[in-house]
């Protein structure tokens, strides 16, 4: 079982996604919640349905930090017909973080609607059109990240649950670009859930690409619950992360099986 004790600190410091924790509770008091419960920084998904003011008053108060929300919405990085609406956007999205004091925002192949539905599945173009795409707004992403100093997080997404029609999908593809861009300001979301679902071999693809981790989220698989209430084994992902250098944020983007509840997520005795 998982405990709270003073022995079992992770390296990495905790972020919670207050989107879908502590759903009990209104929006605005997930930030002290979230204080109280031993996590440094807060993230949730979108902006624009958000008083900024409100937002950075409550993370002020609270005394945690901003790691991140989505910068992007419902637009998408392959569709050649939305690139500048795209870049638009994100500039619109890099001013609302730097606004509230967020150190990123995360970006997505796909527009995601409510629900996290992948809106257009894009079967009219290629795949070639759409890496193409991706990468050469990828390149413009990153000019923006650097101008501005808010990171970039590229993320890929489950396409057998949550997001079924999504583009990105595996850690090498998202890797392997924000490497050939070789910007310190683009980086790649590695989402622990996301990669189960998708393409398992957790350990190996975080030493095949955990250089170019800008952000971790965790939940288990399957349900997406706390760590500990599925399949995979945590112990060995947090010490491969740790192992590769990595020494980001560990957001917990998840959906509590009850309420909301630290003690679950610090890492197990070893005893």
């Known amino acids: 079982s998982y405990h709270n004790t003073k022995e079992d600190n992770m390296v990495f410091q905790k972020s919670a996604c207050i989107e879908p924790m502590y759903q009990e509770l209104p929006f605005l008091d997930r930030f002290q919640a979230a204080k109280r419960d031993g996590f440094d920084f807060v993230e949730f998904w979108s902006w624009t349905n958000k008083d900024l003011d409100a937002v950075k008053a409550a993370a002020r108060s609270a005394g945690v930090g901003i790691s991140g929300f989505n910068g992007d919405a419902e637009l998408s990085l392959i569709d050649p017909e939305q690139k500048e609406a795209y870049l638009d956007f994100l500039r619109r999205s890099v001013e ?155 957001g917990f983007e998840l959906i509590p099986e009850t309420t909301t509840d630290i003690e679950i997520f610090t890492e197990p005795d070893h005893a």
Request: proline share 3%; with cysteine.
């Open 96 to 250: 609302a973080a730097k606004k509230v004091g967020a150190r990123s925002v995360t970006i997505h192949s796909n527009g995601l609607g409510e629900g996290g539905v992948v809106i257009d599945h894009y079967d009219r173009l290629s795949d070639t059109v759409k890496l193409c795409t991706m990468f050469d707004t990828l390149k413009e992403c990153a000019r923006i990240a650097e101008a501005s100093g808010v990171l970039m997080n590229l993320e890929p997404l489950n396409i057998t649950t949550d997001h079924v029609g999504n583009f990105l999908q595996t850690t090498r593809m998202a890797a392997e670009m924000t490497r050939l861009i070789a910007s310190p300001k683009l980086k790649v979301l590695y989402d622990v859930y996301h990669m189960q679902l998708n393409e398992g071999s957790l350990c190996d693809n975080i030493r095949a690409y955990g250089d170019q981790f800008g952000h971790v989220h965790v939940a288990d698989a399957p349900g997406r619950h706390e760590p500990g209430t599925g399949e995979i084994n945590f112990h060995k992902v947090f010490a491969c992360l740790e192992d590769v250098g990595y020494r980001g944020l560990i």
